[in-house]
């Protein structure tokens, strides 16, 4: 079973669409959470760590739920240039690795 | 600025050939990693370093070698032994010590074999 797992889409939605995407976590002792976005050919940048108390950045909504080992990204509002692929990222302990989900890619359209 | 730098942008390897990327990071940080990236998939790790002369092997070490003799460069040598090795690397850091440290990424190196 996969450390990570995360729906590759593709998800198509129109500007001004609301759009989530999920990813669950086979560790239950996972210490961290985060979402990269990586456009294409670049490399994956940091977009939002997860809290346990979930947290917000502008359009951005990131939750976590360890009771069913998943975490999540809500954008609102989508914007033409929020299209990437959007990574998520655990960490097993303080010290530890991260593990990667495969991406999930948005494309926004006018 | 601060950052990590890895050369070349883009490599071409013939068949049989040896070849090492380069990584370099002026952030002071501890950590550091390679991941290989195929078209369509996520990040998978190679080899990663926590400190100065050690290293642990990641998920898919074979036909790789690292080093770690100062902090600040993390070299990967692609060796002969890696049936497919045509992929985007990068090479990321981290500061130790919190779980919520980010992890940096360099731009990424393109391999090709010919």
């Known amino acids: 079973r996969k450390e990570v797992e995360q729906d590759p889409g593709p998800f198509n939605v129109p500007e001004g669409a609301t759009v989530a995407f999920n990813c669950t976590y086979s560790n239950s002792a996972s210490q961290s959470f985060f979402w990269y976005r990586q456009d294409c050919r670049k490399e994956p940048k940091l977009l939002m760590s997860v809290y346990s108390s979930g947290n917000e950045d502008g359009r951005f909504t990131a939750q976590l739920n360890r009771a069913s080992q998943y975490i999540s990204l809500l954008i609102r509002d989508s914007k033409l240039s929020d299209s990437a692929t959007y990574l998520c990222a655990v960490r097993g302990s303080t010290l530890g690795r991260l593990y990667f989900g495969r991406g999930t890619q948005l494309t926004v359209w006018p | 600025d601060g950052g990590i730098t890895q050369s070349p942008k883009y490599l071409f390897r013939k068949e049989g050939q040896n070849v090492t990327l380069s990584c370099e990071q002026n952030?002071?940080?501890?950590?550091m990693y390679w991941y290989r990236q195929d078209p369509g998939q996520g990040l998978r790790l190679i080899y990663y370093s926590q400190i100065v002369n050690d290293f642990q092997k990641g998920d898919i070490a074979e036909g790789y070698s690292v080093s770690r003799e100062k902090k600040e460069s993390f070299p990967l040598t692609v060796t002969s032994a890696q049936k497919n090795p045509t992929a985007f690397y990068l090479c990321a850091s981290t500061e130790r010590g919190s779980s919520y440290n980010e992890q940096f990424f360099g731009p990424g190196t393109r391999l090709t074999v010919l």
């Open positions: 952030l002071n940080h501890d950590a």
